[in-house]
């Protein structure tokens, strides 16, 4: 009976979450956009007329050429190619892929250190948690999209050259994942030192279970729909920060192409005529941002127990 209980209200939390969701247009249309970009990312190997990673499938006689609906445009290429030849919707959607890469690998970062460091600070307290808040607040001292550049800077310059290119992406995610952890272990500590008082932390206490235990399993799982609703919003950070660095060249690399460094190729032509380069890059990005910010603020008040 337990169990089928358990499964009955699971079905129920289920329903309730999907009726608040189609109440919600807004919100509706952002996991519709969402799902669409992500898909189509994740899809882009099989629906992408071009593989920009393949040079010997580019052909330079179709470069240049403006999208499907303009004047002079191709039906092959329905946003126009860049000046390599390559089909700019194909860009985009491996763009998303590498833009979307790095956003949930560096949130994934920043949610291990920050949710770790704000529990063992929130349950511990005394000098440990002085220690990590202090260190917590001196990173807060200084803007997260400068912090990541100078862990991105500091971390090439180490590097011998013939490895920068290799490892510039895997340094480009912990830049951006250690630069936002504060947040979360700020966030994390704040809840924990409400639920270290409560009741069944205490019986945990009593039957011997050890502070390493209580965490992982009785509080941790009390905490996390305030980490899902920041993760969420951190995600679009993230991909904003990563296409800011890599416009400014410190980013990924222009041989795997994201959106800021579509953005950026696409810049130098904007003034020459060849608006779609640039403009549609970055209509991408906005709307994934865009996207991504609107689901973060409904799953906020979802998970508000103020506004349930």
């Not at 969701?21 to 992408?48: C, E, F, H, K």
């Not at 593989?51 to 946003?79: E, I, M, Q, V």
């Not at 190619?81 to 194909?90: F, I, K, P, R």
């Not at 994942?177 to 206490?205: C, I, M, N, T």
Request: net charge neutral; charged share 10%.
């Amino acid at each position: 009976m337990t169990a089928t209980t358990g499964i009955v209200a699971a079905i129920h939390r289920r329903n309730r979450t999907l009726a608040r969701l189609l109440l919600s247009p807004t919100a509706t249309l952002a996991v519709v956009v969402l799902t669409v970009l992500v898909g189509a990312a994740l899809l882009a190997p099989w629906i992408a007329r071009t593989n920009p990673y393949d040079l010997a499938s580019l052909d330079l006689l179709d470069s240049h050429l403006p999208p499907a609906f303009a004047k002079g445009g191709d039906p092959r290429y329905w946003l126009g190619t860049d000046s390599q030849g390559a089909d700019v919707l194909s860009l985009i959607l491996y763009g998303l892929r590498s833009s979307l890469a790095v956003g949930v690998l560096a949130v994934c970062i920043s949610i291990t250190v920050g949710t770790t460091a704000g529990l063992v600070a929130g349950y511990l307290g005394g000098m440990v948690d002085s220690v990590i808040m202090r260190i917590a607040d001196v990173q807060f001292t200084f803007p997260a999209m400068l912090l990541a550049l100078l862990i991105g800077g500091l971390g090439t310059a180490l590097l011998p050259s013939a490895l920068r290119s290799t490892l510039a992406v895997p340094i480009l995610v912990l830049a951006l994942g250690f630069s936002h952890w504060p947040h979360f272990a700020r966030l994390v500590r704040g809840a924990v030192l409400v639920e270290r008082q409560k009741d069944y932390v205490a019986a945990a206490k009593l039957v011997g279970r050890g502070p390493l235990f209580i965490m992982a399993t009785q509080i941790l799982p009390n905490v996390l729909n305030p980490i899902f609703v920041l993760a969420t919003l951190d995600i679009a950070f993230a991909i904003m920060s990563e296409a800011t660095l890599s416009f400014l060249g410190f980013g990924m690399p222009p041989t795997q192409p994201s959106l800021g460094t579509l953005i950026k190729t696409g810049y130098a032509y904007l003034f020459s005529g060849e608006w779609w380069v640039v403009i549609f890059p970055g209509a991408a990005l906005v709307v994934l941002l865009v996207s991504i910010n609107l689901l973060g603020d409904w799953l906020r008040d979802l998970l508000d127990p103020r506004l349930g």
